[in-house]
């Protein structure tokens, strides 16, 4: 893997860790769930053949570091940080974005409000359940998560959140998040030490992010309008999900293909090499 180059930027009531790769056209890539950059460590490098290609831990994460440990987040702001991201890196010049779940939340606001700046945005089963027919049902979920992390703490919390994910009928929990606890196995050093960082991250996900997040209803009628560069994906073995439900949503409201990736919720981990080609492609379209 290449040896990415770091820096920090300073936004607004945050400082962000940031990575940059490779030489060409920026591509900023947008984490989702309580993953940082080190989420695109499988398909950033093979990118960097093309693209600079730039990620960052989201504010209150990882390395990206808040001013105020309490601070209300709003989705408003994350797009912000991602848009300072683009000011930095590709000044005056519009550029690619790919966010997942969570991240494509973000991504999608960016893009509705600051347009001039996104050539091109690949948004990857962003759960915007407001969008849905049955939209009541996931609030009363959402309430229930933060009701079990307040009264029974983090993991039971994540247990009632991976059950609303899953498929009608399916009896297993959907991989939502990256976040579900997995048997002891023993990890190379690197991976392990992004395991801790996620876990790490999970009381802020749970807590701050996920009710924030998936309250937010993004503005379709501006979609529509800007739908010649948006790309609607989700995964090939995400059918009936809850995160893959408004991505299919939204495609069908705007006319538009829905992409497949490889995998589920998080393809981009268990198939990389696969999904970064595709990715590639996309952007290549």
Known sequence: MTEPTTGSLRVNGATLHYEVRGR????????GGAG?????????????AE?????????????????????????????????????????GEPARVFGVSSGAIAA???????????????AHEPP??????????????????QETFRAQGLMPAMAVFAEGMR?????????????????????PPQAAARAERTMANLPYFVGRIVPVFMAYAPDIHRL???????????GRESHGELPY?????????LGTELLHFPGGHTGLTTHPAEFGELLRKTFLA
């Open 128 to 145: 915007v359940v407001e969008v849905l027919p049955d939209a009541h049902e996931h609030r009363a979920l959402l309430a229930r998560v």
């Open 51 to 91: 693209y600079t290609v730039a990620t960052y831990d989201p504010r209150g994460m990882s390395g990206s570091t808040l001013d105020d440990s309490e601070a209300e987040q709003r989705v408003a702001e994350h797009a912000d940080d991602a848009f300072r991201m683009l000011d930095m890196l590709s000044p």
């Open 24 to 31: 060409g056209p920026l591509l900023l890539l947008i984490p």
């Open 36 to 48: 940082g950059a080190a989420s695109f460590d499988g398909i950033a490098d093979d990118l960097a």
């Open 108 to 122: 999608l606001h960016l893009l509705t409000t600051r347009p001039e700046r996104v050539e091109r945005l690949v």
């Open 245 to 253: 439900r408004p991505a299919a949503f939204l495609a069908e409201r």
């Open 224 to 234: 529509e309008a800007l739908s010649d560069r948006l790309v609607l994906a989700g």
């Open 167 to 187: 498929k009608d009928g399916d009896t297993t929990a959907g991989d939502t998040t990256e976040t579900e606890p997995k048997g002891e196995i023993e990890l």
